[in-house]
């Protein structure tokens, strides 16, 4: 069968957001149905269905500065081997293309070989990490801090101006802010795990020091997605720990259009950047 044949390419939209839930809980990933209202209601998610069931997806979610993220390409474990994955980034890339937008994703290494060949340029890479904590929420919070700084330091360490997603990530029952000694770090709801990220800082050791803060006021399982190159920080989270669940690395099609100031320690997901 050509990679063209077989059920339509779909747009989507918010009345889809359980049927994507459906596909991201069988792949086992965190994501809630907050997230999938975010990329069906901010970005454009296509989808192939079978029949009437949603057995596949891709969002392109846009930034500021002519970037967009591709994320949420899952296909169920009934439709795989088809072309189905391959289909719907095609789609996002032309859609990016038309608006002249540079594509970014987080791949898994599997997903890194496929990307590659399609003109991904590899750029930075992330580890994410878990810790099974066990916390009686009996340690102080560490300070809570405000959307408006934490969006101020992401602009500086992505180069994407993200107030839209930062601020619909804080709004969420549950969400906080949290800073300490010049880091500031977002905690919010995952389907499985609370998430940690983005996180900022000047020095691991300060990173590290509100990590631990965070761990000790919390209750249940925690995911971090770190950057690898902060190698003093991701020692410290192993040997603390966070054990590495996975790798991811990052990849551009397009032209470069931004200046990051620094980088972050925790990015927000790799399912955002």
């Not at 296909?75 to 095609?90: F, M, N, Q």
Request: with cysteine.
């Amino acid at each position: 069968m050509d990679a063209t044949d077989g059920p339509p390419v779909l747009k989507l939209g918010v009345q889809d957001a359980i049927a994507g839930l459906a596909l991201s809980t069988e792949a086992h990933w965190n994501q809630t149905e907050e997230d999938w209202r975010i990329f069906l209601r901010d970005g454009v998610v296509f989808g192939i269905r079978d029949g009437a069931r949603l057995v596949a997806t891709a969002a392109l979610l846009p930034y500021s500065g002519n970037n967009a993220w591709i994320s949420m390409v899952l296909v169920s474990g009934t439709h795989r081997r088809r072309g189905l994955a391959t289909r719907l980034v095609d789609a996002c890339l032309e859609t990016a293309r038309k608006n002249g937008l540079t594509s970014w994703l987080d791949a898994t290494p599997d997903g890194a070989a496929v990307y590659g060949p399609l003109g991904f340029t590899p750029t930075l890479q992330l580890r994410r990490l878990k810790l099974e904590n066990s916390a009686q929420a009996s340690a102080p919070v560490p300070s809570a801090a405000t959307l408006g700084a934490l969006c101020a330091r992401d602009r500086r360490a992505t180069g994407f101006d993200r107030t839209a997603l930062l601020t619909a990530f804080a709004r969420r029952s549950g969400s906080r802010i949290v800073a300490a000694s010049g880091c500031i770090a977002l905690i919010r709801d995952g389907r499985t795990a609370r998430q940690i990220g983005p996180l900022f800082a000047d020095h691991a050791a300060e990173a590290l020091a509100l990590v631990r803060a965070i761990a000790q006021s919390e209750n249940g399982p925690l995911l971090l997605d770190a950057v690898a190159s902060q190698a003093a920080f991701l020692e410290g989270l192993t040997t603390s720990g966070w054990t590495i669940e996975r790798p991811f690395q990052r990849m551009r099609f397009g032209p470069a259009t931004i200046a990051a100031e620094e980088t972050p320690f925790a990015v927000a997901g790799p399912e955002f950047g």
